[in-house]
């Protein structure tokens, strides 16, 4: 391990020990707090290996109700375990990305765009639509809470703690993905994909494996998030949603792995500051996101080096 | 038996004819050039050889295999690479990762084996070839460089080392001495050479003369899409078609 890789791991453990005992400290209200926010991390780490490729989907919000939906029906209509049914989300969420592949990478670029923004759409109709077995607009609640030996998985601390193993596991292998071959072939697409085709890499494959897998692990958020409210609705995974994710990953910035969960975590934290403002968070929201294209155009992610420049610490520069 | 063989190859784009009934074949081993005026059909040609356009009609053989239409990444799997008339990398990745990504084919890896940490192996080879080829093109002290930095000298080694680590058996090269100074298009020549020794044939689209001519085995000449003459560079420079349509023409 060189001293880059060393220092990584050393921040990564802090941040653990830190998360995991904070919810100590907190009271109850900022304990589902941290709960969603961890589970948004995964979402939003899932959707940067999405964009990896170059095409920002609008359907990432849509994908996680599909792992949502998928473990609560399997839960509470067919009395399959959380513990099964919660990777059982991923498969399915992966298994719809899959079938809306072959229409969705026919476009790229604007008109995938609103191509996977128009697929989601009919996704969450048809939850609306088909009361059975989605419930229409009041959705399926009921859900049932994990069960393992005595813990109570509805009390927020047990609960987060789940999570934070869960995602934690995810994060590591979002990480191994990006890093490995398979990883820089997906940059490659995005660069240049007329180049990498040109040495054999079958772009269309490429492009689909990115977008079914970001849907697994979305997937796996979703079943999360459910499992804790009880509940889950259309409303949860409409394109209000989909805004949030793509502002956490513009903010915090989409160069390195970490941006975006930077974005999520700090975005969020001010959100929950502004709670009393209700009616102004929006407009609070949006000042934030104005903000940060004009002057932050690469991200939170770019702050450190920004502020390592202007300081002028000399010698500092790191590998990201 | 010709590596590649063109017949009758036709390109249309909607009403203009960019090729029109083209053959030619190229033997194994040779440096072919390829040559004509600008707006020729050149590049056409490639492109439709490497799988980015499909014919309108003709064929393409490969081998003696029928290639015609198949997607690039296909045609890359049986063996051809094409390298593009703009200087095409990967610009924000380093020079390494670069020629990394031009392993895809050799050393195929799936998510399941990226996750679990399987492909260690094919991992390793795949970092040793692209080392390889790094020190076979001169680039192995700009390693860690982004591709978007290097002169353009190195940009284009780093172009061909992407192509050639892919192992090819037919290399197109899509002027690669445009905008080079004498220096640079001799070293470059020489790398050329190289590549050939290594046992991979070349097919050469170059409008600098000089580099044809002390490159090239033999030669093709397209004038407006059609075959204008074939045949060693001797006898194409003495051609009086080629003398008034191409060397005169453009020359002057
Ligand atoms: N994608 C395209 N669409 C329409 N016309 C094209 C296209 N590509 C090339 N052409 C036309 O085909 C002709 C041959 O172009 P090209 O193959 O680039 O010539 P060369 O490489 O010999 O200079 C030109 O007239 C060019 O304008
Ligand atoms: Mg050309």
Known sequence: ???????????????????????????????????????NILVVSSYRLVTLTGEW?????VMMGVGAYGSAILSKQFNVSFWL???????VAGSVAALLCYPLFRMTQFYFLIGSFAAGEAIRLSWIHFIKPFGGTSGVSGI????????????????????????????????????????????????????AESVGVNTWNYRSLAFITGSVFVGIAGALKVHYIGTVTPKQFDIGFMVFILIWVIVGGYRTFYGAIIGAIVLS?????????????????GAILVFAI??????LESLPQRLREKFGRSGAKEAG | MAILEVRNLTKQFGGLTALNDVSFSVEPGEIHGLIGPNGAGKSTMFKNIAGFYAPTSGEIRFDGRD????????????????????????????????????????????????????????????????????EFMGLADRRDQLAA??????????????????????????????????????????????VRESGVTIVLVEHDMKAVMGLCDRLTVLNFGTLLARGSPEEVRNNPDVISAYLGGSHA
Not at chain 2, 73 to 84: C, N, Y
Not at chain 2, 172 to 191: K, V, Y
């Open chain 1, 1 to 39: 391990m060189n001293r880059s890789a060393l220092t990584h791991f050393a921040g990564i453990v802090i941040v653990l020990v830190i998360l995991a005992v904070l919810p100590h400290f907190l009271r109850y209200h900022h304990q589902d707090f941290l709960i969603f926010l961890v589970i």
């Open chain 1, 57 to 61: 989907s609008l359907i990432h919000a």
């Open chain 1, 85 to 91: 049914s919660m990777p059982l989300a991923g498969v």
């Open chain 1, 144 to 195: 049932p809470s994990p069960e393992l030996g005595n813990i109570d998985f509805l009390e927020p601390i047990p609960y987060f703690y789940l999570v934070l193993i869960i995602v934690t596991l995810c994060l590591f292998l979002l990480y191994r993905v990006e890093k490995s071959r398979v990883g820089l072939t997906l940059h490659a697409v995005h660069w240049k994909a007329p180049l």
């Open chain 1, 269 to 285: 934290i001010l959100d929950e500051a502004f709670r009393e403002f209700d009616e102004l968070r929006p407009a609070i929201y």
């Open chain 1, 294 to 299: 004009l002057f932050l155009p690469a991200g």
């Open chain 2, 67 to 134: 290639i015609t239409g198949l997607k690039p990444s296909r045609i890359s799997h049986e063996g051809i690479v094409r390298t593009f008339q703009e200087t095409t990398l990967f610009q924000e990745l380093s020079v390494f990762d670069n020629v990394l990504v031009g392993t895809h084919n050799r050393s195929r890896t799936d998510i399941f084996s990226a996750i679990l940490g399987l492909d260690r192996q094919k991992q390793r080879e795949a970092e040793d070839s692209a080392i390889e080829v790094m």
């Open chain 2, 149 to 194: 930095e290097l002169p353009l000298g190195s940009q284009r080694a780093l172009a061909i080392a992407i192509a050639l680590v892919s192992k090819p058996r037919l290399m197109l090269m899509d002027e690669p001495f445009a905008g080079m100074n004498p220096e640079e298009t001799g070293h470059m020549m020489d790398l050329t050479r190289r």
